[in-house]
């Protein structure tokens, strides 16, 4: 019913830049909340940052004054502009929809995009 789609990752140097993006479609009424995760290889996936309908954001301390969160709720369309990259950023970045209000005035929860890989080498 509702798919999430990543894009704009890719290989940097350390110190670079890269502007992911991810659109949702389907039959969406509004999106409460929508987030970035990330997953290096062998870690457990975390939390980069998160951003609310009314444009609120939250950043985890090791991205915060590096990358930015954004959003277009006319195109249900979220951003993460990820400015002065470091190796450690290298990982699999995922977006989230935890709740998402349908066409129909149904709830649904949860909805993941595929991933994009994003690498930074030193």
């Known amino acids: 019913q509702v798919q999430l789609v990543e894009s704009g990752g890719g290989l940097v140097q350390a110190g670079g830049s890269l502007r992911l993006s991810c659109a949702a479609s389907?039959?969406?009424?509004?999106?409460?909340?929508m987030r970035w995760y990330r997953q290096a290889p062998g870690q457990q996936r975390e939390l980069v940052a998160s951003?609310?309908?009314?444009?609120?954001?939250n950043y985890a301390n090791f991205v915060k004054g590096r990358f930015t969160i954004s959003r277009d709720n006319a195109k249900n369309t979220v951003y993460l502009q990820m400015n002065s990259l470091k190796p450690d950023d290298t990982g699999v970045y995922y977006c989230n929809a935890p709740l998402v209000v349908l066409t129909t005035g149904r709830y649904a929860y949860d909805y993941w995009g595929q991933g994009t890989q994003v690498t930074v080498s030193s």
């Open positions: 951003i609310t309908s009314g444009g609120t954001t």
């Open positions: 389907g039959s969406i009424h509004s999106i409460n909340s």
